[in-house]
């Protein structure tokens, strides 16, 4: 297993903490709330090694790791009926394959515009995370 000691995603603790909070392990990855929440229900699913490009990964993993994405985002239109989820594969920097899954509401925060990576307009309390991780949990 290829890990990077700088990585939140493959350290987690508090690196991870600065952006995310782990939800759960799925096949192949890991399923992370990410702690901005301008989109409700917005996660991240996280590749289980510090591999930085898709081609790199066998066909078998390449399509665990979308199975995973899939049962990601069933559950958050499941837990918080978005009208269209939109899915986000960067890594400029932190090079750890990841996919980003932002739930989109229509009369909401930026629908219909130019998705905004952090925005940094939405926070919500310890309690209020655990309740959205629980919905996610629940609908998995």
Request: charged residues 25%.
């Amino acid at each position: 297993m290829m890990i990077d000691n700088n990585c939140g995603y493959c350290v987690g603790g508090e690196p991870l903490a600065k952006f995310g909070i782990k939800i759960c392990d799925l096949e192949v990855s890991q399923l992370i709330l990410f702690k901005e929440q301008s989109h409700p229900g917005r996660c991240i699913v996280a590749y289980k090694d510090h591999i930085s490009e898709i081609v790199d990964i066998s066909d078998e993993e390449r399509n665990a790791f979308f199975a995973d994405v899939n049962r990601a985002s069933k559950a958050i239109h499941k837990a918080f009926n978005p009208d269209k989820v939109n899915y986000g594969a960067y890594g400029d920097t932190g090079c750890h394959l990841h996919m980003h899954l932002v739930p989109k509401y229509k009369d909401e925060y930026e629908w219909g515009g130019v998705f905004e990576m952090n925005p940094g307009k939405t926070f919500l309390t310890d309690d209020e995370y655990q309740e959205m991780i629980e919905k996610i949990k629940a609908n998995l």
